[in-house]
């Protein structure tokens, strides 16, 4: 068995990250940096219709135009449909959807890809998509998923219903529990579409080697989509390579393919290199989206504040195309109740096809959308029982050895109770306005989020560490770093239990080619799984370089110690971990390793009743906020932010932090200002003058809190953050704003406009 570390060294250190410099001098090279001799420029021919059948496409005056090198439709695509069916677990529901590469045979949603060009120029490539003749058919479509429900409804992909899946928990007996409840209080509330709004938009180059395989360098949290792009093309999986350079935010926007269906496909075609980089506009108006939601809550208490009952229906705007939403209504699903004991639940939760650009993969993949909901509900339960708040979630909170409502009995610690003191001392007294016509109010929200995919995707992430004969080490692992420290994370975990100093300690990641594949950065994982395969590895070779420093000085490897790039005795003596290195290579001693680590295995839960464990762990925490409001022009001013979690344990508290910021800077724009606002499926914030995000004079000092308990599954007991960090915060902002009113608005986002009518008593 491998010695443990018990002092940590590196671990928990406010260490800066390896790229630091290079990111803050702006010498970071990311996709748009990236160019080959010869290479053309890729543009895409989107829909004009939100729902259309295609009578005609006439590509031949494009093809005719001086500099124009390749003109493809669904026509010259390999493999223009893929199933989607979700990897291993297709029994769930039976889900099963079809993504088109290029439209055929109709659009399903304004802006849908119909048409690729690459050309000498970005101009000649935008010339060549105007050139191409296409005839429409417009045909009725349906953008509200509560009308897509209905039977008459028009079909996105036609079959019988636009539902694509349902999901459902039952737990107790909730019409006996309603029956005995004191006050039973039922609301309906909306989240809109938001965009990822990531700095940097999507992009990519591709070209061919060789040896005839395609190569794609691309802005992607997925470089397993190598296999998806094999299959479009028609060609072995060994075939094709991705690559990912630094990745200029994510948030979720990257985990479905962007473009990189189409790099290869043109440079498939044209034999040359070719670069598509997407425009805000783009962006902004066809790539996926936060799924909107409407959530009904049904909640019943005893006098005490107890919860006896809760039931709640959830629908989902997927979107034209099913692709992820599927599992991200099932962790809103299971998010529903949110960290409460609540005995008895009925959940029915739907996603629907709506002739809106597909939704996607958002930062809390679906539990945010739950905790606006279920956060807001809580308010609103209290204030009818007249009881605080505060003292309310308290009486309800779960703690270890509860179950949850999918039937899951907790196994570490819920801090939650810590975290929400510690959030309320740091926002301190509510303030009185700063002037007439001036509304102060203050709100918290508890939440969690699951860090680790579901179970039954059975997922694992490699991950190799090898010691070089100076002592230095070179990690290799397939993780994207989408900014939040991925890579700097897994070098200070080497650091910790090989000794070495982070400056001796580089990573090769993100390559399909060169590096062990890790999984997607996604769903809060990477720390938690190739941090765990990263430390397996670096245990391992640790263990062989003790066992032969154990010969050289003459004691057992458990009386040794690595610190400061030596091997010591408890009496000091001890030798260099250079040397220890040289000695294990000459004696045929293997100095790396290349470790798997698989997350817990387990079954799908039960359709009928949603029993049953889903994902490996949670993250829980609570955030607080301090606004004004303005009466007169109705806007909000958030003066405070505070926000704590438990995370297990740091392994860098300044990058925890970082989280915790950004999820608060993101929850203020979900709560107050973000809204892609379609209108007929067709998007109206086309650039960031349309669509509000909150920037530094939106944003207060937000304090920071973090919390360890040491419990977590991720390397050192650490616990995923960069979600949960999110998920309270808006219902926080929007539970402040509720106070302040004396009101409440249950449509998202709070705009200056809601917050004048509901003053004036009107919808």
Known sequence: MMEMIKEFKVIGKRLPSHDAVEKVTGQTKYADDFALPGMLYGKILRAKYPHAKIKRIDTSKAEKLDGVHCVLTHKDVPNNAIITRFGQTRAVGGFEGIYRVLAEGKVRYYGEPVALAAAETEEIAERAIDLIEVEYEELPGVFDPVEAMKPEAPKVEGGKSNIIARFKIRKGDVAKAFKEADLIVENE?????????????????????????????????????????????????????????????????????????????????????????????????????????????????????????????????????????????????VNAVGPYNVPNVKVDSYTVLTNHPPSGAYRTFGAGQACVAYEQQMDEVAKKLGMDPVEFRKKNYLKKGDTMANGWKIPNTVALHETTDRVLKALGKKPKPSGPNKLVGMGIASGQCSYGRMIFLHDTSRSKVRLELDGSVTIECGVQDVGAG????????????????????????????????????????????????????????????????????????????????????????????????????????????????????????????????????????????????????????????????????????????????????????????????????????????????????????????IVENHDGLGPFGARGVGEVVLAPVPPAVINAVADALGRRIKDLPITGERILLTLRGKS
């Open 189 to 333: 509330y909306m989240s809109q579409f938001i965009d990822h709004a990531y700095l940097e938009p999507e992009a990519g180059v591709a070209w061919v080697e060789d040896d005839g395989s395609i190569t794609i360098r691309v802005s992607t949290q997925v470089i397993e989509h190598y296999r998806e792009i094999a299959h479009v093309l028609g060609i072995p999986e060994s075939r094709v390579r991705v690559i990912t350079p630094k990745i200029g935010g994510g948030f979720g926007g990257k985990e479905d393919i962007t473009v990189e269906y189409y790099l290869a496909l043109l440079a498939w075609k044209t034999g040359r290199p070719v670069k598509i980089v997407q425009t805000r506009e783009e962006s902004l108006s066809f790539r996926s989206k936060r799924h909107p939601y409407k959530m009904k809550y049904k909640t019943g208490v005893k006098k005490d504040g107890r919860i006896v009952a809760v039931e709640a229906e959830l629908i989902s705007d997927a979107g034209a195309y099913m692709t992820l939403s599927p599992w991200v209504l099932l962790y809103s699903t």
């Open 486 to 705: 991925q890579e700097a994370s897994l070098c200070q975990i080497v650091s910790e239990v090989l000794g070495v100093p982070l400056k001796k300690v580089r990573i090769i990641s993100g390559d399909t080619a060169a590096t062990p594949i890790a999984g997607t950065t996604t769903a809060t994982r990477q720390l938690y799984m190739s941090g765990n395969a990263t430390y397996l590895a670096a245990m391992k070779v640790r263990d062989n370089i003790l066992t032969k420093a154990s010969e050289i000085l003459g004691v057992d490897k458990s009386e040794l110690i690595i610190e400061d790039e030596k091997i010591k005795r408890k009496d000091g003596v001890g030798i260099s971990l250079r040397d220890a290195a040289v000695a294990c290579a000459e004696a045929g001693i293997e100095l790396f390793c290349e470790a798997q680590f698989n997350a817990p295995f387990g079954e799908v839960p039960d359709p009928e009743t949603g029993q049953g464990r889903v994902f490996p762990d949670f993250t829980y925490g609570t955030a607080g906020a301090i606004v004004e409001v303005d009466t007169e022009t109705g806007e909000v001013e958030v003066l405070k932010i505070a926000s704590a979690f438990d995370v297990g344990t740091a392994i860098n508290p300044m990058r925890v932090e970082g989280q915790i910021e950004g999820g608060a800077s993101m929850g203020i724009g979900w709560a107050l200002t973000e809204d892609v606002k379609f209108e007929k499926g067709i998007a109206k914030a086309q650039s960031f003058a349309e669509y509000i995000i909150a920037t530094a004079v939106d944003v207060p000092d937000i304090k920071s809190i």
